[in-house]
Structure formats: structure tokens, C-alpha cells
């Protein structure tokens, strides 16, 4: 009997110890607002010498395993379209899900040469840009040692409700979005 209830007591330890809940980790509306964009949608840069514009190709979202947790993820991606430089034209904003229902969003900007964390930047409350006042912007800046010939922007303002605002290069220009 003895032998018995031992074999009865680790075949259930095997059996409870294996079988571990699935956990969702899903992004909030209120994180998805991180994704300022949709698919189609055209935004524009322009300063006295040039104008950019970029395309959004895509908006998706799917999960990542890494069981029990599934952890959501959603991004844009986007493209310069007026770009003439090969293969740094695309860019992209992303959220996602950790296994401890954390939430990061970043971006990768085409010509920028860093992934920028946004979920690790403190916010400027509020700043006027191009005769706006804007709160709670995003200034991302990149370290000279990281320029390059296509790696120019020195300077990143993003806002959870309006996007990406300004652009600034490491040759002393600045481009506002314009629409």
C-alpha cells in the first residue's frame, strides 16, 4: 500500500509540474497608440531644400511563443519613398508583450542608426515645434560615432498621438512633418 500511494504521488508531481497554464500577454488599445499609423497612409517632411515622404506598406500583429506565454506584438512599417539611397529606406514602429506582460516600443527611422527604445526615453513635457506645442515628446539622438554617409539624422521627435514631427540632420537641417 505504502509503494503504492508513493507512485501515486509522483506520477501527479509529473503531471502537475508539466502541465503549466498558457498565459496571453495581449497589448492594450492604450498601447497600441504607440502605432500612430495605418496602412496607406503618407507622411510628409519637408524643409527649403527637400521633401520626404514616406508610405506606410504595412500594419500587422501576431503573437510570439515561448510557452505557456504568448506574447503579442503589432507594428508599421513604412518606407521613404522619395529615397535614393539603396537599402536604408525602411523604417518601422513596434510593441510587444514580455513574458512578464511588460510592454516596449520602439522604432527603427530609415538614415537614424539606432533602434530607438521609446518605452525607456523620459518625455519632454511639452515643446514647441514649428510654432506648436506638443507634450510629452520623445527626443531620440544618436551619437556622432555612429554617423554615416547614410546614416545622417542626428535627431528624432516622436509623439504617441501625432507621430513623428521633426527631423534633424547632422549637416545642421531640420525637417517638419507637414501633414
Known amino acids: 500500500m505504502r509503494i503504492k500511494n ?17 498565459v496571453y500577454n495581449e497589448i492594450t488599445d492604450e498601447e497600441m497608440k504607440w502605432l500612430v499609423y495605418d496602412k ?15 508610405y506606410v506598406t ?7 511563443v515561448d ?8 507594428a508599421v512599417t ?13 523604417g518601422n514602429i513596434g510593441v510587444k508583450k514580455d513574458n512578464d506582460n511588460g510592454c516596449k516600443a520602439a522604432y527603427n527611422f530609415p ?11 523620459t518625455p519632454v513635457p511639452t515643446l514647441n515645434i514649428n510654432g506648436v506645442d506638443y507634450t510629452n515628446v520623445y527626443v531620440s539622438e544618436a551619437d556622432s560615432i555612429y554617423y554615416s554617409p547614410t546614416n545622417y539624422l542626428r535627431k528624432i521627435y516622436y509623439t504617441k498621438e501625432d507621430g513623428f514631427l521633426m527631423l534633424e540632420n547632422i549637416y545642421g537641417g531640420i525637417q ?4
Request: net charge negative; hydrophobic share 40%; charged share 15%.
Open 6 to 22: 508513493i507512485c501515486i504521488l509522483l506520477i501527479t508531481l509529473v503531471f502537475t509540474q508539466g502541465c503549466k497554464k498558457t
Open 40 to 54: 496607406g497612409e503618407f507622411f510628409v517632411f519637408a524643409d527649403s531644400a527637400s521633401v520626404d515622404t514616406f
Open 58 to 64: 504595412s500594419r500587422g500583429a501576431g503573437y510570439t
Open 67 to 74: 510557452k505557456p506565454y504568448y506574447n503579442e506584438g503589432a
Open 78 to 90: 513604412f518606407l521613404n519613398y522619395s529615397d535614393t539611397f539603396p537599402g536604408d529606406i525602411y
Open 111 to 121: 538614415h537614424f542608426p539606432l533602434t530607438v527604445m521609446l518605452t525607456d526615453i
Open 176 to 179: 517638419y512633418k507637414i501633414n
